[in-house]
């Protein structure tokens, strides 16, 4: 979860600047849960969901700010009538990247 563009906005008064700038500024080890109620993000765990043959029971979560946040979570996915959400209980916070993390590039 990339929110360090939302860091570069040239609106500093937006509701996405002022959250990143919050959890950046210290916020972030507060952190408890994450929800995501983006209908493509959620369409798009779905499918890689569908091709497991089992759903794992926690995964890994890595928040881009300044620098990297990466957390061990619980999924749990609620669904409403007209409201899906996915929440991230976050169970571990990790220091430094997960042994098998790849870098980018």
């Known amino acids: 979860m990339d ?3 939302n860091l570069r906005t040239r609106s500093k008064s937006g509701g996405s600047y002022i959250d990143a ?3 950046a500024d210290g916020a972030i080890q507060r952190l408890s849960s994450v929800e995501i109620d983006d209908k493509q993000v959620l369409e798009r765990l779905n499918d890689v969901m569908a091709n497991m043959e089992e ?3 926690s995964w890994r979560l890595l928040v881009e700010l300044v620098e990297p ?3 061990v979570v619980e999924p749990e996915y609620r669904s409403q009538q ?3 959400c996915l929440t991230l ?3 571990e916070r990790m ?3 997960p042994p098998d993390h790849e870098a980018a590039g």
């Open 95 to 97: 220091h430094g990247a």
């Open 82 to 84: 007209a409201y899906r």
């Open 69 to 71: 946040h990466w957390f």
């Open 89 to 91: 209980r976050i169970v």
């Open 55 to 57: 759903d794992p029971t």
């Open 21 to 23: 700038k919050r959890l």
């Open 3 to 5: 929110l360090s563009r």
